[in-house]
């Protein structure tokens, strides 16, 4: 049974910084991709960011790209994603997901988390 279990979200002001973590268990964790998703209120979800297995390969939405960082520590089972320079529009419920292959390509997610809020105030 795999579970994601995802932490670090809270209340922050503009121009700030948060870390979210997602501690993975269940299958190895180093044989798949991950990937950090949110959704908004009244918002399809949409994808932030993914790692394939060893972190050599990483994807940004356009929206998120250079100030939000995923990284990965397999020793951990642990994948996290550094959020810098937070805007309002950064608010949502943030998700991490497993991945079905090594790579991130496809976006095919097996496994999820239940979540954790971000919320970002002007």
């Known amino acids: 049974q795999v579970q994601l279990v995802e932490s670090g979200g809270g209340l922050v002001q503009a121009g700030g910084s948060l870390r979210l973590s997602c501690a993975a268990s269940?299958?190895?964790?180093?044989?798949?991709?991950m990937g950090w998703f949110r959704q908004a209120p009244g918002k399809e979800r949409e994808s932030v960011a993914a790692i394939n297995w060893s972190g050599s390969s990483t994807y940004y939405a356009s929206s998120v790209k250079g100030r939000f960082t995923i990284s990965r520590d397999n020793a951990k089972n642990t994948v996290y994603l550094q959020m810098n320079s937070l805007k309002p529009e950064d608010t949502a419920v943030y998700f991490c997901?497993?991945?079905?292959?090594?790579?991130?390509?496809?976006?095919?997610?097996?496994?999820w988390g239940q979540g954790t809020q971000v919320t970002v105030s002007s």
């Open positions: 997901a497993q991945n079905s292959r090594p790579t991130w390509g496809g976006m095919k997610y097996d496994y």
């Open positions: 269940g299958r190895t964790f180093s044989n798949y991709a």
